[in-house]
C-alpha cells in the first residue's frame, strides 16, 4: 500500500491506498486553529506534526501492511518559523492571517507588490509568507533571529519525519520563486526588504524525497517519505486536471480555482498565482479565493442552521433567492483572487421584511458561485471543469455551479484527491509507470439548464457591478471602537 496525508486547516487525514489506486482505509483528527487575537490565526506546530504521526499509525495497524511510500501534501502559504531541528520558535501562522494587512497596503501603494507580481507571477495577499514574515520581523525580531527555516506545513511535517530540509516548487512559488528558472529571485526579495533572510527560505526540489527517521509515525524506519505537491496543485493531480485549459474548482474553505497552462504572462492585472509543477513548463493558474464554504458556515450559523439542512434551504428558496444577492468576502483578511482588497468585506442587498432563511443561504450559495466564475475567467478557463471538496458533496449546490458557469462539471469520486494526488506524484517521481489511469475515477457530469444558466449570466454581470461599487466603500469602511 501507499499513504497520502493531507494537513488541512482544520484537520488532518490519511488514507491508504492499494497498487491501482483503490482506497484502503482512512483516518483523520481533527486539529486547532488558534485565534490569538483579532485577525490573527495560529497553529500548534507540534500538535500538527503530532496528527500525522497519529493518522500514519492508526492507518498501519489498520491496514496491517507497511506503505511503499507515505506522501505528505498540505495547506499552503501562512509561516511556519522552525529551528534547524524542524522546531517551531513560535506558534505557525495560519494562511488566514490578517496581520500583516498594513504591509502589504503600503507595498500595494509603493509598488513593491506589483514588482513582485511582474517577477514572480504572484500577487501577495495578507497570509503569504512574505508579509508574514515582515511582519514578524517588526513585531517579534528575537524570535525570526532564532528560526532557521520560514516554512511551509508539509515542509515542517517532512523535516520532522526525515530529517531532510527542502520545499517543492508549488510551495516555493508563492511568492519568491522566479518560475522560469526555478530559484529564487534576489530582486523580489531586496524589494520586500527581506534580501538579508533570504537564508531562511529552504532548497528547493522538484519532489523533496527521504526516508523516514521518526518511530512515532508507527512505520518501518527507512520508509521513503515524499514531501509535496501542497493541496492545490495536489488536488489537481487527484482530480486529473492535466490538459491545458482545464480547471479544477475546489469548493473547500477556500474556493480555489486552478487552470493548467504553459504561458506565464506577467503583464495584465496582478492576481492570482503561478503555481510550479512537477512537469517542466507546465503551471497551474490559480485563483484561490478566501470565499469558500467558511463563508457559507458562517451565513448557517448566523441564521442558527447547520450543513445537514441545506438541501432543503436550497429547495425553499427560488432561482435569485427573491432578490437577495450577496458579496461573499468574510474573511478577516479580505480578498485575494481575483483581486487583491485586504479591506473587501461581505454585504447581503435586496433584503426586506419577506426575506427568509433560505434566501439568506440561497443568495450566500449562489454569491460563492459568482465567484468561482470570476476566479476560473480571470485564470484562462477554455476546457474542462472538475468540481471537488466539502462543497461539491451537495447535488443541489453542484447544480448552481454548473448553471452559473453554464458548463458541464465533473465530479470525482476519487476520495480525498489531494492526498491521493500526493501519492501519485510520489509514485510518479520514483516510477512514472506505476500511477496509471485508474487512480482517476471522474464518474458524474452535472449538466447545466440553459434556462437557468441565462438568468445567472444576467446575475454574473450584476455581481461584476457590485464589486465596482463597492471597492471605494470597502476604501472607507465605518469606525469601529477601539
Known amino acids: 500500500m501507499d499513504v497520502g ?7 488532518t487525514k490519511a488514507v491508504a491506498f492499494d497498487e491501482e489506486g483503490r482506497q484502503l482505509a482512512e483516518a483523520s483528527r481533527p ?3 488558534v485565534r490569538p487575537g483579532p485577525g490573527r490565526f495560529e497553529h ?17 495497524a489498520a491496514v496491517g501492511n507497511q506503505p511503499g511510500v507515505l506522501a505528505i501534501t498540505a ?14 520558535v513560535r506558534p505557525a501562522i495560519s494562511w488566514l492571517d490578517a496581520r500583516s494587512s498594513s504591509i502589504l497596503e503600503q507595498w500595494t501603494t509603493d509598488g513593491v507588490a506589483e514588482q513582485v507580481f511582474r517577477r514572480s507571477g504572484n500577487r501577495m495577499f495578507p497570509g503569504a509568507s512574505g508579509p508574514l514574515l515582515a511582519a514578524v520581523l517588526a513585531e517579534e525580531p528575537d524570535v525570526a533571529a532564532r528560526a532557521h527555516t520560514a516554512a511551509y506545513c508539509k515542509d515542517v511535517v517532512m523535516q520532522r519525519l526525515t530529517g531532510v530540509r527542502a520545499t517543492d516548487v508549488s510551495d516555493a512559488s508563492a511568492p519568491f520563486l522566479d518560475p522560469r528558472t526555478g530559484q529564487y529571485d534576489a530582486d523580489a526579495l531586496v524589494a520586500c526588504g527581506l534580501d538579508k533572510w533570504q537564508h531562511l527560505l529552504a532548497p528547493v526540489a522538484t519532489g523533496p524525497m527521504g526516508e523516514l527517521t521518526d518511530p512515532a509515525a508507527g512505520l518501518a524506519l527507512g520508509t521513503r517519505v515524499s514531501a509535496g505537491p501542497y493541496d492545490l496543485p495536489a488536488a489537481a493531480i487527484g482530480a486529473g486536471v492535466a490538459e491545458v485549459g482545464d480547471a479544477l474548482l475546489t469548493v473547500g474553505t477556500t474556493l480555489a480555482c486552478q487552470v493548467v497552462t504553459r504561458e506565464l504572462p506577467v503583464d495584465g492585472e496582478p492576481a492570482g498565482l503561478f503555481l510550479g509543477t512537477w512537469t517542466p513548463g507546465t503551471w497551474l493558474r490559480a485563483m484561490p479565493a478566501m470565499v469558500g464554504t467558511a463563508a457559507l458556515d458562517r451565513v448557517l450559523a448566523l441564521v442558527g442552521l447547520g450543513t445537514d439542512q441545506l438541501a432543503g434551504l436550497l429547495a425553499d428558496s427560488p432561482l435569485g433567492a427573491r432578490g437577495v444577492t450577496v458579496l461573499p468576502y468574510f474573511s478577516e483578511a479580505g480578498e485575494r483572487a481575483p483581486f487583491v482588497d485586504t479591506r473587501a468585506r461581505g454585504s447581503f442587498d435586496g433584503i426586506d421584511l419577506s426575506t427568509t432563511q433560505a ?29 471537488c471538496g466539502g462543497g461539491a458533496r451537495s447535488s443541489e449546490w453542484t447544480q448552481i455551479l454548473a448553471d452559473v458557469l453554464n458548463s458541464p462539471l465533473h465530479t470525482t469520486e476519487a476520495s480525498q484527491v489531494a492526498a491521493r494526488g500526493a501519492v501519485i506524484g510520489a509514485r510518479q517521481a520514483v516510477d512514472p509507470d506505476t500511477a496509471g489511469p485508474g487512480w482517476i475515477a471522474i464518474t458524474r457530469q452535472i449538466d447545466p439548464d440553459p434556462a437557468r444558466a441565462a438568468f445567472y449570466d444576467e446575475g454574473y454581470a450584476h455581481y461584476l457591478r457590485r464589486i465596482e461599487s463597492a471597492r471605494p466603500r470597502w476604501a472607507d469602511p465605518s469606525p469601529i471602537p477601539g
Open 75 to 88: 495547506q499552503g502559504d501562512g509561516l511556519w518559523l522552525v529551528d534547524a531541528g524542524g522546531r517551531p
Open 31 to 33: 486539529t486547532r486553529l
Open 5 to 11: 496525508v493531507d494537513v488541512g486547516t482544520t484537520v
Open 44 to 60: 500548534d506546530t507540534d500538535e500538527i506534526v503530532a496528527s500525522v504521526n497519529e493518522v500514519v499509525s492508526e492507518l498501519a
Open 359 to 387: 434566501d439568506l443561504v440561497r443568495a450566500t450559495c449562489e454569491g460563492i458561485a459568482y465567484a468561482a466564475r470570476h476566479c476560473l475567467e480571470a485564470a484562462g478557463w477554455n476546457g474542462r471543469v472538475t468540481v
